[in-house]
């Protein structure tokens, strides 16, 4: 069975870059049609997709946040990061992972089959 878990620093300061990583077991993330995304979700509001990386490699982001995203993918050890540049208190947020067997970009979260716990990430002087 498929497991996600995000890690990384839990406090960021504004103008840096945030940085997480997702490391998957129990499947491997070039499993074919495979989706593998990033969501977030600020504090008193609902879930914002940020964006996926591929089966294939092939990246997309959510337009809102393509401009300081960046989302890559360490194959041998199974593992996906996320990097959203230029952050502000705006992005504090519970950061999750997660995976859908087939194409997905935002739409139902019903979707996504397997979801990490949630990191929360707050960004502050």
């Known amino acids: 069975q498929v497991q996600l878990q995000e890690s990384g620093p839990g406090l960021v300061k504004p103008s840096q870059t945030l940085s997480l990583t997702c490391t998957v077991s129990?499947?491997?993330?070039?499993?074919?049609?495979?989706?593998w995304s990033w969501i977030r979700q600020p504090p008193g509001k609902g879930l914002e997709w940020i964006g996926y990386i591929a089966y294939t490699g092939s990246t997309d982001y959510s337009p809102s946040l393509k401009s300081r995203t960046s989302i890559s993918r360490d194959t041998p050890k199974n593992q996906f990061t996320l990097q959203l540049s230029s952050v502000t208190p705006e992005d504090t947020a519970v950061y999750y992972c997660?995976?859908?067997?087939?194409?997905?970009?935002?739409?139902?979260?019903?979707?996504?089959?397997?979801w990490g716990q949630g990191t929360l990430v707050t960004v502050s002087s």
């Open positions: 997660a995976s859908a067997p087939t194409y997905y970009s935002g739409s139902s979260f019903s979707y996504l089959g397997v």
């Open positions: 129990g499947g491997s993330i070039t499993t074919n049609y495979y989706y």
